[in-house]
């Protein structure tokens, strides 16, 4: 089997079919009924590692989308939103804000990142992410900070003044 074969294999294993009912049985085996209290039972966790623990057939990006999946239908988008960047900052910056090299490109990438997330399903909240992020940026955290919940104060600062509830 050459590289290519193996890459499209591999994609109709994680796409093939009805992904979404794979991830809701993944979920319901891991003792959670939701997308949502799967998350909240990881906070942080980036969600490769979490989809790579819920089996090889199952990918982050299909997490994502559930998870916003569900809050649009939960009117739950900013409680989403904020788990999403809590997320993606643990994913992105390993040794925390503004520590390593190459920071400001992993902080870019956080907000690409999180930005296309929150607004493939809900494109009408982008002025709000971009308020956020405007926020959190302006206001710096601290060198070598991660959240370690998506209420974390720099976190919940950034949502209240950028997005308030």
Not at 78 to 92: T, V
Request: some cysteine; charged content about 20%; proline content about 6%.
């Amino acid at each position: 089997m050459n590289q290519q074969q193996a890459t499209t294999d591999r994609g109709d294993q994680v796409w093939g079919g009805d992904w979404q009912e794979r991830l809701l049985l993944a979920i319901r085996k891991q003792g959670q009924n939701s997308i949502t209290d799967f998350l909240a039972a990881h906070p942080c966790e980036p969600y490769v590692k979490l989809a790579a623990s819920l089996g090889p057939n199952l990918a982050a990006l299909q997490l994502v989308w559930a998870q916003f999946q569900e809050a649009v239908s939960l009117g739950q988008i900013r409680s989403a939103a904020q788990d999403c960047l809590a997320r993606e900052i643990k994913a992105h910056l390993k040794r925390g804000w503004g520590k390593g090299m190459r920071s400001d490109f992993h902080i870019a990438g956080i907000f690409a990142d999180w930005v296309t997330e929150v607004t493939r399903f809900t494109p009408d909240v982008r002025a709000q992410a971009d308020a956020v992020w405007r926020e959190l940026t302006a206001y710096s955290p601290p060198e070598g900070w991660l959240p370690q919940s998506p209420s974390d104060p720099h976190i919940e600062r950034a949502f209240s003044v950028g997005w308030p509830a």
